[in-house]
Nanobody, 121 residues
Framework: QVPLVESGGGSVQAGGSLRLSCADS????????MAWFRQAPGKEREGVAR????????YYADSVKGRFTISQDNAKNTVYLQMNKLKPEDTAMYYC??????????????WGQGTQVTVSS
């Protein structure tokens, strides 16, 4: 069973919006941190946003601050990434990750399969 399942990717024009979802089959109450990373072709993987599930405190990469919002629905064991004002440079494969204990700033114990986001100019 895949612990994390992402959905919501797609193709949009610049300025558009998408919402990614990450369902944690293990239950978010068993995690301390969940995050979204992305990787574009030829580039290194980078952290986009993370949320500490017990406190709800979130952190964002400078490149997405003010445009992206990470949130959680503990009842659904799901974390979301609302992406607004999308830019072509946001084009990448987006991955969800979770960590049982501690921070997920550098990644987590489990990873999803990824969902593609493509932004055209």
């Amino acid at each position: 069973q895949v612990p994390l399942v992402e959905s919501g990717g797609g193709s949009v024009q610049a300025g558009g919006s998408l919402r990614l979802s990450c369902a944690d089959s293990a239950g978010t109450y068993r995690t301390s941190c969940m995050a979204w990373f992305r990787q574009a072709p030829g580039k290194e993987r980078e952290g986009v946003a993370r949320i500490y599930t017990y406190t709800g405190i979130a952190y964002y990469a400078d490149s997405v601050k003010g445009r992206f919002t990470i949130s959680q629905d503990n009842a659904k064991n799901t974390v979301y990434l609302q992406m607004n004002k999308l830019k072509p440079e946001d084009t990448a494969m987006y991955y969800c990750t979770s960590r049982r204990l501690g921070s997920c700033a550098e990644g987590g114990d489990f990873w999803g399969q990824g969902t593609q986001v493509t932004v055209s100019s």
